[in-house]
Every structure is written in C-alpha cells, then in structure tokens.
C-alpha cells in the first residue's frame, strides 16, 4: 500500500508541473480522475480492507495526507486557472475610455394611458368598480337597449362600423353600462373604458378612439350628485380653480341630457385662443339615465334614478398636455411620445 501511495503521489506531482497549461476544464477531469467518487485516491480508500489490520493506521494516515495535499494542490491550481482567464476576458474586453457615452433613452407612457391610469384612480377613490366590455359588440347593446332608433343617424353605414347586422364596432363604451346593469342590481357605480369607433377623422377626431364612462344608479340621485362628481373630477384632474358648467343638450340614453364644459386652464377663463374667446371648453356629456334605459335592464325607474357620464380620453389629453391635433397620438413619433413621463 505504502508503494501504491508513493507512486500516485509521484504521478501527481509530475501532472502538476504542466499545471500552467491546464484551463478550467482540463482541470476538472484531472480533479475528478483522482478525488471523485471513482478517483484513483477513492480507490486506495477503498483498498483499506485488503490492509493487514496492523498496517492500516498507518496505511489510513498516509492516504489521508495525500487526499489533503492533492485538494490543496487542485484548489491552488483552480484559483491560478481563474486568475489567469480573468485576466484574459479583461485584456479582451478594453474599453477605450476616450470613446463618447453611451446613452439610453427610457421609454414613455402614451398621454392616452396617462389619462385613463389618473382617471381610474380618481374614479376608483369614489368607490366606482372597472368593467370592460367587448368592442365587437351587438346591436342591441350598443343601441336598442340604450334607447336609440332604429332611424337615429347614428345607425347609418357612414357613422357606423357593421360587421353584420348583428354586430358592429362599438361606437360607445355604454354598451358596457347595459351588460353591468342587466347582471347587477343596484346600488350601482362602475367606469366602463375601452377603445370605440366612429367613421370620423379630422385634427380633432379618430376613426378609433378611447372612452370612459360613469354610471351610478341608486336610490335618490339626482342631477346634484351628478354635478358635484364632475366638481371634483374637473379639481383633480385639472386644479382646483378649474370650475364647471352644465349646458342643455340631448342625448336618447339620458334625460335630462347635458354638456359638460370647464373653464379654460390656459386663460383662466377670461378668454383666448384655446377655448375660441369664450373662457369654457367642452370635454364631455353626462345626464340623468333615461327611464327607458332602466326598463330594458330590469330595473324599476319609480324606485331608482341614475346619471351617467361619457368622457373622451384623446380629448383630456389634448387639453391636459396642450396637444393641438389628435392624429399625433396615434402616429408612434417618439420625438411627440418621449415629451410625456410619468
């Protein structure tokens, strides 16, 4: 056994003098070739019972100082091997310091999406739930059960995506509303936004276009509550200076129907071009649900009264950020997109 020790000790030392050439890999095998599990010093320990039982203490220590000094050795050469590749990666890898810097541009979150995000958060801290409908969706959502004709324009081809008779692009995220109250009794208050589409498109519109709208039904509301939500929506959204005002207006869902302006942000509501010198700016319709409304959803008009509101998220935008023409948020121009961080 002691010859057996001696002579692997001697193979060793002779494999460690080439140690300098060795790379991780190579030195791996070697490890494995003589510390593993099947390694030749394994096998000396395993050995040991074929030792006379007098020569085995001595036998044991012995293999045991070799075991100590071959994982010495490996794990010096390891360390060196290690050095030595770093020192390589760091000798490929220069930078020349006098080169211009690199820089990279964060992304930007869409004014649209700005709007909506702040819109559901104002909206969600009065207690309204989020519900998003499809937008391919039935006639009759979109427009029996919202108290529209079957001769109101809105239904002709030239104002209206048909897909078949039956369904269409929505033209409104009222559609919305209908589902929630025909599966929800009241007290009700839900946002329903998502993108809608008109045959439109100028500055100012978009075939495809984004809404928001409100619905609270319950007992007692009045055009009141109506009135005091848009109060501090309109301070939130905007200042706390901005104020109000409710115009007359006619809408076959809502009555009374009307149309909600704000006091121009940019002349303080004395006047400019902006709001075309009258101080106000139109941004959205609202109004008391239409009694007919409640009906085709099965709720009783004589016990619940509600209002509703629809607001234009590509119009908040534009007043919010003093964008002039509506086509540039849909353009993808990162010049126009990386002005706008959140």
């Known amino acids: 056994m002691k010859e057996q020790i001696e002579a692997l000790?001697?193979?060793?030392?002779?494999?460690?003098?080439?140690?300098?050439?060795?790379?991780?890999?190579?030195?791996?095998?070697?490890?494995?070739?003589?510390?593993?599990?099947?390694?030749?010093?394994?096998?000396?320990?395993?050995?040991?019972?074929?030792v006379p039982a007098e020569e085995r203490p001595e036998a044991g220590r012995l293999v045991g100082d070799l075991r100590k000094w071959a994982e010495e050795k490996f794990a010096a050469a390891e360390a060196?091997?290690?050095?030595?590749?770093?020192?390589?990666?760091?000798?490929?890898?220069?930078?020349?310091?006098?080169?211009?810097?690199?820089?990279f541009e964060g992304g930007s979150v869409h004014p649209v999406t700005l709007v909506r995000r702040e819109l559901i958060d104002i909206f969600s801290g009065m207690g309204f739930d989020v519900y998003e409908g499809p937008e391919i969706e039935k006639d009759y959502y979109n427009f029996q059960a919202l108290n529209i004709p079957a001769d109101h324009p809105a239904r002709d081809m030239q104002d209206t995506f048909f897909v078949t008779e039956e369904f269409l692009l929505r033209s409104q995220t009222s559609s919305g509303q209908?589902?929630?109250?025909?599966?929800?009794?009241?007290?009700?208050?839900?946002?329903?936004?998502?993108?809608?589409?008109?045959?439109?498109?100028?500055?100012?519109?978009?075939?495809?276009?984004h809404q928001m709208e409100g619905l609270v039904v319950d007992k007692g509301i009045t055009l009141n509550d109506l009135k005091g939500l848009l109060d501090e929506f309109a301070r939130r959204m905007f200042s706390s200076r901005t104020k109000t005002r409710l115009r007359p207006s006619?809408?076959?869902?809502?009555?009374?129907?009307?149309?909600?302006?704000?006091?121009?942000?940019?002349?303080?509501?004395?006047?400019?071009?902006?709001?075309?010198?009258?101080?106000?700016?139109?941004?959205?319709?609202?109004?008391?649900?239409?009694?007919?409304?409640?009906?085709n959803c099965g709720i009783d008009p004589d016990v619940y009264t509600g209002f509703a509101f629809g607001i234009g998220l590509e119009r908040i935008a534009m007043i919010k950020y003093g964008i002039g023409d509506i086509r540039l948020m849909f353009e993808g121009d990162v010049r126009f997109l990386k002005q706008f961080r959140n």
């Open 9 to 50: 000790r001697a193979e060793l030392e002779a494999l460690f003098s080439g140690a300098d050439g060795w790379n991780s890999r190579d030195a791996y095998e070697h490890k494995m070739a003589y510390l593993g599990k099947t390694g030749k010093i394994s096998a000396l320990s395993k050995g040991m019972r074929d």
């Open 250 to 295: 006619y809408f076959p869902f809502t009555e009374p129907s009307v149309e909600v302006d704000l006091s121009c942000a940019a002349c303080g509501g004395k006047g400019c071009r902006l709001c075309k010198g009258t101080g106000w700016i139109e941004v959205l319709g609202a109004g008391m649900v239409n009694r007919r409304v409640l009906e």
């Open 80 to 103: 060196d091997i290690r050095a030595r590749e770093l020192a390589e990666k760091i000798a490929n890898e220069k930078t020349d310091v006098t080169m211009p810097a690199k820089f």
């Open 178 to 209: 209908i589902r929630v109250m025909e599966n929800k009794k009241p007290p009700i208050k839900v946002l329903s936004p998502g993108r809608v589409y008109r045959s439109d498109s100028d500055a100012t519109h978009s075939p495809m276009f």
